[in-house]
């Protein structure tokens, strides 16, 4: 008889529902690290499957590096559009759950267990395990309802409707709930799951993806090869606080003649940012880059000397940032502001400094002072790249699932 293989499904929304490409990456990360620990997954993307490397190549497709704004009518900017277009989302959200869609369950009879992402009203992955007598793992960036409201989403007259059945049944249906950080177990909590059952597995990096980082020729493309090249990777919204960094690195270039800032990403931020580096008098010492695939970021991350994560505020902050990873597996040391989860990782690796919230000065006078430091540098260099090889790879977070439902290897 012919051996049934391991397949271990991952299950997510499609694409036009799921749009957030960081996320996608995150999801690709868990699937390589099923793949390399059962020998294969495939991400189940509303009709569509997946393996690791095509979620990859769908995910940060290359901008034109126009930087163009998009201009947008009163009526769309006001409440009651606002309204709308959640309501809309929130019902293709329930559609998305609630239509029909066959998949064959016999491939997936000898995984461990069924993984899903948690996304709003979303349960056909837990749904099947319990077909397949499979206990069910929900990974959760944040609760859906609970984190739109942090940035001003509001659901008047249905909230109640979203949260309870969009976020807490999910949550309460699944055998185990991962979280990204303390601040989001806590919210979980408040939705009524119990705390038994969930475990903090901070965003992960594909480690073996940043091993080899010759960015020689990159930096050479870019006319970077003699700069002290200062970066940051992202989708340029207002959370990022990339203000606070441009008006930080004004004062760095004050002081560091050959100091570059590289901005790899595109977003809607980007059009109004760019027109401050031009207020700021930067055009010459600040690239934008535009988006870039992220099978090709590494080399870009790698091109860095030093990464910043700036914050406005100790408050709120409740990620796990995926960027923060990649910059530690290409050896690249950060400066951030002493927030959430980031702080912790800085204090526990040595693999950078912390500066307070809101400081551009603290930011500028870090910067300075590690330029001029080489050996310093160095020795955060590989503090960073150590910590995320025994720390942030996800064959960790595996074994803790496994550990947790007394699965041997």
């Known amino acids: 008889m012919t051996k049934i293989q391991t397949v271990l499904p991952l299950f997510v929304p499609s694409f036009n529902r799921l749009k957030a490409d960081a996320v996608w990456v995150t999801i690709a990360n868990w ?3 099923f793949e390399d620990k059962y020998g294969s997954a495939h991400v189940i993307a509303g009709t569509n499957k997946y393996l690791s490397n095509e979620i990859r190549a769908k995910c940060f497709s290359k901008s034109s590096g126009k930087q163009t704004e998009k201009k947008v009518s009163r009526f769309r900017k006001s409440i009651l559009a606002k309204l709308a277009e959640t309501f809309i989302k929130d019902l293709r959200w329930y559609y998305e759950e609630i239509k029909s ?3 064959e369950l ?7 267990f069924i993984w899903q992402h948690h996304d709003l009203f979303q349960t056909k992955g837990l749904k099947i395990a319990k077909k397949l007598g499979k206990p069910s793992v929900l990974f959760v960036d944040a609760p859906y309802v609970w984190e739109a409201k942090k940035w001003g989403v509001n659901r008047l007259g ?3 409707f979203s949260k309870k059945w969009g976020d807490a049944k999910p949550l309460n249906m699944a055998d185990l709930v991962l979280v990204v950080s303390e601040e989001v177990k806590q919210a979980v909590i408040d939705l009524g ?3 038994n059952k969930i475990l903090i597995t901070p965003c992960t990096v594909s480690t073996k993806r940043f091993n080899v980082n010759d960015a020689t020729e990159l930096r050479k493309s870019l006319d970077l090869e003699n700069e002290f090249v200062i970066g940051w990777v992202g989708s340029f919204r207002k ?3 990339l203000n606070l960094l441009l008006d930080a690195f004004q004062q760095i270039s004050s002081s560091i003649s050959n100091a570059k800032l590289l901005l790899v990403g595109d977003g809607p ?3 109004r940012l760019a027109e401050r580096v031009e207020e700021l008098g930067l055009i010459k010492r600040v690239i934008f880059t535009g988006n870039v695939p992220h099978n090709e970021v590494n080399a870009y991350i790698g091109s ?3 990464a910043i994560l700036p914050s406005e505020s100790y408050s709120g902050f409740h990620y796990s940032p995926l960027k923060l990873r990649e910059f530690f597996a290409a050896g690249v040391p950060v400066v951030a502001s002493a927030v959430g989860d980031v702080k912790n990782v800085i204090e526990q690796s040595d693999g950078g400094w912390l500066v307070p919230p809101s400081s551009k000065d603290e930011i500028a006078n870090m910067i300075q002072k590690i330029e001029s430091n080489r050996k310093e540098l160095q020795a955060a260099s590989l503090n960073a790249k150590k910590y995320a090889a025994n720390e942030m790879g996800i064959s960790k977070q595996i074994q803790m699932i496994e550990d947790y439902f007394g699965i041997s290897s």
């Open 31 to 33: 699937a390589e690290g």
């Open 158 to 160: 249905w909230e109640w």
């Open 269 to 271: 931020e980007r059009y």
């Open 239 to 241: 959370f990022h606080s």
């Open 101 to 103: 869609t066959d998949i």
């Open 106 to 112: 016999e491939q997936f009879k000898n995984a461990p």
């Open 304 to 306: 860095f000397d030093i």
């Open 193 to 195: 799951v119990n705390e």
